[in-house]
């Protein structure tokens, strides 16, 4: 039987670079992804919840 186990240093390559392929998707549609209520906005935090 052959091994079929797969590198460590692989699986964090591809997971690094999912990750980073993820950001610059949504850094690229970040317009049509607050149109649909998915990424928040620059909108301004009311300073009354910030005060305790």
Same mark, same amino acid.
């Given at each position: 039987m052959a091994d079929i186990s797969?590198?460590?240093f692989?699986?964090?390559s591809a997971a690094v670079l999912s990750v980073i392929l993820s950001i610059l998707m949504?850094?690229?549609? @970040?317009d049509e992804l607050r149109?649909?209520?998915l990424?928040?906005?620059a909108? @301004?935090?009311n300073p009354v919840f910030l005060s305790p």
């Open positions: 797969a590198s460590p692989l699986i964090f949504v850094d690229l549609h @970040r149109a649909l209520g990424v928040g906005g909108e @301004r935090i």
